[in-house]
């Protein structure tokens, strides 16, 4: 089971995920208002192993959304990797908007820095969907097992997506619109928003972390190499 961090409103709301189902919190009060578990984990028949690693993100327009991964299958000869995204409206109140299933394919990047994970492991541990981002047209952007996909907000509509290993950590956008991301194949990149790739770095490792851009539009992010990169 992971947990990590909450979104928080000035209502004093708070929502988080955990192991596939999402939590909500009176602060005040400090009662459960609603929760609720994806389906891929209720089914009957469900052989499901979960990676729910990520924050739920909170939207200009008043959603909340909720990623979730999990494989399914006995062996690496018949795994399926899903990626599903939900929205709920902000409130004490449950009530979902759309919802949204992807398969994915699970991309083997660089191998680890440490010989004691193997790379299948790696994928394994680190198959979680990273939490949003949202960019300033709207668009919900979100790391995944083989890469960076847009979504629209007002439905959950896939835009495009952008083939890679897997994206950990969750993607930066710039006030421009251009967004940039990480991946286990040890590359920073920038990616325009209608997809495109504007340039992309080679690092000398995984590239798990959170990219940072700073006031001069210099784009940081920390590599398994140890190395703290800068490009502008």
Do not use: C
């Amino acid at each position: 089971m992971f947990t990590h961090g909450a979104e928080l409103t000035p209502h004093k709301i708070a929502f988080w995920t955990s192991a596939g189902s999402i939590w909500v919190l009176n602060e005040n009060t400090k009662k459960v208002l609603w929760s609720a578990t994806d389906p891929a984990l209720t089914a009957a028949s469900t052989t499901a192993v979960t990676y729910a690693k990520n924050a739920p993100m909170i939207t200009k327009d008043g959603l909340v959304i909720v990623p979730f991964t999990w494989r399914e299958g006995t062996s690496s000869s018949n795994w399926k990797f899903y990626l599903r995204m939900t929205a709920y409206k902000l409130g004490a109140t449950k009530q979902q908007v759309w919802t949204n299933k992807l398969t994915i394919t699970g991309k083997k990047g660089i191998a680890p820095a440490s010989s004691s994970v193997n790379t299948d492991e790696d994928l394994r541990y680190n198959l979680a969907a990273s939490s949003p981002a949202q960019g300033p047209d709207g668009t919900i952007y979100i790391g995944s097992a083989d890469g960076l996909y847009a979504f629209e907000p007002a439905k959950g509509l896939f835009k495009w997506a952008v083939n890679t290993a897997s994206v950990v950590s969750s993607p930066a956008v710039g006030a421009d619109g251009r967004v940039y991301f990480g991946s286990q194949d040890g590359y920073l990149r920038a990616v325009n928003p209608d997809g495109s790739i504007a340039w992309q770095v080679k690092t000398g490792q995984q590239l798990n972390s959170s990219p940072a851009i700073g006031a001069d539009g210099t784009v940081y992010a920390m590599g398994d190499d140890g190395y703290l990169w800068a490009v502008k």
